[in-house]
């Protein structure tokens, strides 16, 4: 009784709760919307687009539509109208314009009258409905206006069938600020000014105004630059000087003001000071001093070259210089932005070494990094941008019905920069020494490894040996990212509730050139799970029961759906595993997941009346979401 009891007291509380959502003009998607136009071209005119925004309120299809515009002409004038309304009859252009009628000045200057029709009707379940693109221009007065959309006056203007829902519909409001030209002005010249170590520089700059200043200009030139100073004629003047700095020089109009605003007119312009220097520093790729011998990183082959290098690559450098007094020991190293797996250390007088050690926890996909050596005896500098990423081995989730016995385990290869010719890797459970799966068969994918073969064995140890290779040599797994191959395994103990990780070692991977490519890891997991089963509660385990990881019998039937509604109801808590089996994508095949109708097979988080509802259909027999989301079955 007590649960009869509570299942009627939850559909009390669905039929009695309602959402409020507004019905309303949108213009250009918004309301209100703010415009600003000039008084004089360009920028005088602006386009509206007008729709009607059902809300969830309009639930009928409509059979006529339209708006009625009122406006000030003293500020505005109204240009182009183009009804949504085409033959046949479009998503953008629902209506038919064999039942459009338009009237200018309906109520006077300042007023216009749109109704629209279609006998068809016009669906309102597809968010807004589109109405009308007019063109509004300003009228040449400065100030501000506003321009009203509403349902025609005295006119049975949104109609469904026999519902006229002008009373429900709220105004759409346009603001408008009419603004007059501006009195601005501009400065040019030079961005950036190279310094001397030996002898002063200049740089000429320019102020000039615009036609909307009722004065001749008066310009004040000033600057925050410390290494430089500008004089009232423009020119910038910079000592001799071996520093650099960022700074502004800013130039002040004292004969005009906003004509909007008032407020005084200035312009400035930014401007880098670099560090003058005696000689030049370059870097290069690759070991080129005379008479050493060359060690030749694959990085630095050709054809290797601009391929993202990956973990355990090193890359040479060769510093150059032709400062008569260059000493190794000036030169200073940095890395932008600093990683602790990146390290430069000297080879010889002229070669560097950059070490890439294990990046496999902190890199992304693919970064550049700034590489730069500065002399600090001749104050000069070089940068290169080199490009570090990683290729990744993922073993991707899955979810598995326990009574199915078999489960099939997809192998992802990211690798964004390299191409692959052949693999190799042992898959063993996270937890070691552990064999709750046992490898029967590999396929390949046909998407990405087209020709390979792909054969798997269980070791002595209880991991799976994968090898995907080809014996023609021109096959290749293409630079991208997605499934290689699957990997079939007999579940030796497939408990409901329970997961087994697995993660992809030993991985040996054989690039483009033959050669060895680090490889990063990503585990996966598989996981027995009867979706929607959570009844029994299953304490006996170990309590408290929020820590209890096992739940359910093996079937959902009316219990787990009473069990649902205690905890949707506050009688009980949800344990962990019942969390993990009733939150469930709602909605129906296949529009599953959070909001309930959206196909992206997410959950919200909580058990609630939707989950119930689609584990009432899966208990029924039923399409559901359960097993469509988690088994790709919709029967």
């Known amino acids: 009784m007590k649960k009869l009891f509570s299942i009627m007291c939850v559909m009390a509380l669905i039929f009695t709760v309602g959402q409020v959502n507004a019905q309303e003009y949108l213009i250009n998607g918004e309301n209100p919307l703010a415009v600003e136009l000039n008084t004089e071209a360009p920028g005088n005119c602006t386009t509206l687009t007008v729709t009607l925004d059902p809300g969830q309120v309009i639930t009928t299809p409509l059979v006529t539509g339209g708006c009625w515009f009122i406006w000030d002409v003293t500020q505005l004038t109204l240009g182009t109208v183009t009804p949504n309304a085409a033959s046949p009859q479009t998503p953008e252009n629902p209506w038919d314009p064999g039942f459009t009628t338009e009237v200018p000045d309906a109520g006077g200057p300042g007023t216009y009258f749109l109704a629209l029709g279609n006998f068809g009707t016009v669906a309102v379940d597809a968010g807004p409905i589109p109405t009308v693109v007019l063109d509004f221009c300003c009228a040449g007065t400065a100030g501000t206006s506003q321009v009203e959309v509403i349902t025609i006056p005295d006119f049975d203007t949104v109609v469904g069938d026999t519902t006229v829902w002008d009373p429900e519909i709220t105004a759409g409001i346009v603001d408008v600020l009419q603004k007059a030209p501006a009195c601005e002005c501009d400065v040019t010249g030079p961005g950036n000014v190279s310094a001397s170590a030996i002898d002063p520089v200049t740089a000429q700059y320019t102020a000039t105004g615009n036609a909307a200043c009722a004065n001749p200009p008066a310009y004040m030139w000033s600057d925050d630059c410390a290494l430089g100073d500008v004089d009232q004629t423009g020119l910038l003047t910079v000592p001799a000087t071996t520093d650099s700095e960022d700074c502004t020089i800013t130039v002040v109009d004292t004969a005009n003001t906003d004509v909007n605003d008032g407020s005084i007119v200035t312009c400035d312009i930014p401007i880098s000071i670099a560090a003058g220097v005696t000689c030049d520093v370059e870097i290069a790729l690759g070991r080129e001093c005379p008479g050493e011998e060359i060690d030749d990183p694959a990085y630095n082959r050709p054809g290797r070259r601009g391929l993202a290098a990956t973990c355990n690559d090193i890359i040479d450098f060769t510093v150059c210089s032709d400062c008569i007094d260059f000493d190794p020991d000036c030169l200073v190293w940095t890395i932008e932005p600093a990683e602790a797996f990146l390290s430069i250390a000297q080879l010889d007088d002229c070669c560097w070494r950059l070490t890439i050690d294990d990046s496999c926890e902190q890199l992304e996909k693919i970064k550049e990094y700034e590489v730069t050596v500065s002399d600090t005896c001749n104050n000069g500098s070089d940068s290169v941008i080199i490009e570090?990423?990683?290729?990744?081995?993922?073993?991707?989730?899955?979810?598995?019905?326990?009574?199915?016995?078999?489960?099939?385990?997809?192998?992802?290869?990211?690798?964004?920069?390299?191409?692959?010719?052949?693999i190799s890797m042992d898959i063993e459970e996270c937890a070691q020494g552990e064999d709750n799966l046992v490898c029967t068969e590999c396929t390949a994918n046909p998407d990405r490894a087209l020709g390979y073969t792909c054969s798997a064995a269980e070791q002595a140890d209880g991991s799976c040996r994968v090898v995907l290779y080809s014996t023609d040599p021109s096959e290749m797994i293409e630079q991208g990212r997605g499934p290689i191959a699957t990997v079939i395994y007999d579940a030796i103990d497939s408990n409901a509730g329970s997961c087994v990780c697995l993660t992809a070692t030993d991985i040996a991977i054989s690039d483009q050139f033959n050669e060895d490519l680090c490889a990063c890891q990503d585990p996966g997991e598989v996981c027995f799970k009867t979706c929607g089963d959570i009844y029994p509660q299953d304490c006996e385990f170990g309590g408290p029961c929020g820590d209890v990881q096992t739940c359910g019998d093996g079937v959902v039937d009316l219990f787990d759906i009473l069990e649902a509604i205690d905890i949707i109801l506050g009688l009980q808590d949800a344990t962990l595993c019942q969390i993990g089996n009733a939150d469930v994508p709602n909605g129906m095949p296949p529009y599953c997941g959070s909001p309930a109708g959206t196909p992206n097979c997410e959950s919200d988080g909580d058990i609630d009346i939707f989950d119930v509802l689609v584990m009432i259909d899966k208990a029924l027999g039923k399409a559901n979401c359960c097993d469509y989301c988690n088994f790709g079955q919709i029967y």
């Open 388 to 422: 570090i990423g990683k290729v990744i081995v993922d073993v991707q989730d899955s979810t598995v019905d326990p009574q199915s016995g078999s489960v099939a385990v997809d192998i992802d290869l990211i690798n964004p920069e390299n191409h692959a010719r052949a």
